[in-house]
């Protein structure tokens, strides 16, 4: 089949000026037979014209040039297409990019688009609202939250976002039902992955995988915060999957195709690192083989 990509770059992802990602696409794709071009990416995430394009001119791979929230919502508006999607990480975590092997260097990143393999990739509904990466309830949604509030991105504002939001950070009470048992847990955060990090590296499920038809839920149970930065530290090099008894104080990581969180405190939500409306209950479920992403 002949190819024909559509490269949707989020001016404002990350850091700077994205005009050399621009100059580099062009660049990379001038010296091959590969019809493309480039759009810029919408704020509202309605991308209907870009369906038509796939229906009416053949377009075979929409590539994403942006963070996770905007992999989020071109992914979660075009995944029914057939269409295959490529990533060019220039988000301010790129926690998808990273958890796929993806590059992060432009270059290497359009190389591995034209070279590399259309796999099918899990994601989740929450309520219903898609995720591909990883969501989650409490501590990190706040920080998301804040950050969005900043005039600058990047990976030093998140974390001064990190530390004040953990300098005043709070409990949350949730009922969970996962893997036909229930308990009320006093929690930091929880957070649902089907990727394995929040992103910079930064892994926070260490068994998670884009295949496997299973989410992964970790939660931070309420410890004093000098022994949850020690538990954390242990969950990155560990990351034991286990039906722990919730008394015991301590992180919590589960695997499971669905769950159910009553959220009694109105823990502030983010999907896929973008801050979304909280509710007070939510089912979580996974979507096997949602999508299909070009990978090594």
Do not use: W
Not at 196 to 213: E, V, Y
């Amino acid at each position: 089949m002949t190819r024909r990509i559509i490269f949707l770059l989020n001016p404002i992802a990350g850091r700077g000026n994205k005009s050399p990602v621009r100059d580099i696409i062009e660049q990379q794709m001038a010296d091959t037979a590969v019809s493309f071009e480039i759009q810029a990416t919408l704020p509202g995430g309605d991308y209907q014209h870009i369906r038509h394009k796939i229906v009416s001119e053949g377009v075979t791979d929409v590539v994403i040039a942006g963070g996770d929230g905007t992999i989020n919502s071109v992914v979660g508006c075009l995944r029914d297409t057939g269409v295959n999607f490529g990533l060019i990480p220039c988000g301010s975590g790129n926690g998808l990019a990273f958890c796929a092997g993806i590059p992060k260097h432009p270059v290497k990143a359009i190389n591995l688009i034209l070279s590399g393999t259309a796999l099918p990739t899990d994601a989740f509904l929450i309520n219903d609202k898609f995720s591909c990466m990883l969501s989650g309830l409490g501590f990190d949604a706040q920080v998301a939250h804040d950050f969005a509030l900043q005039g600058k991105r990047g990976l030093f504002t998140y974390v001064r976002q990190t530390y004040s939001n953990f300098l005043k950070a709070r409990t949350y009470n949730f009922d969970v039902t996962i893997n036909n048992a229930s308990f009320s847990t006093d929690a930091f955060f929880i957070s649902v992955a089907n990727s394995n990090q929040f992103g910079n590296r930064f892994t926070i499920a260490p068994k998670a995988s884009l295949t496997d038809g299973l989410l992964d839920i970790v939660i931070v149970q309420k410890m004093n915060k000098p022994y949850m930065l020690l538990a954390i530290l242990n969950q990155i090099r560990k990351g034991k999957v286990s039906q722990s008894n919730v008394r015991h104080k301590g992180i919590l990581y589960y695997q499971t195709p669905e769950l159910h969180i009553r959220n009694h405190d109105f823990a502030p939500l983010h999907i896929d690192g973008d801050p979304e409306i909280t509710s007070d209950a939510f089912r979580i479920r996974v979507l096997p083989a949602a999508f299909r992403l070009i990978r090594p």
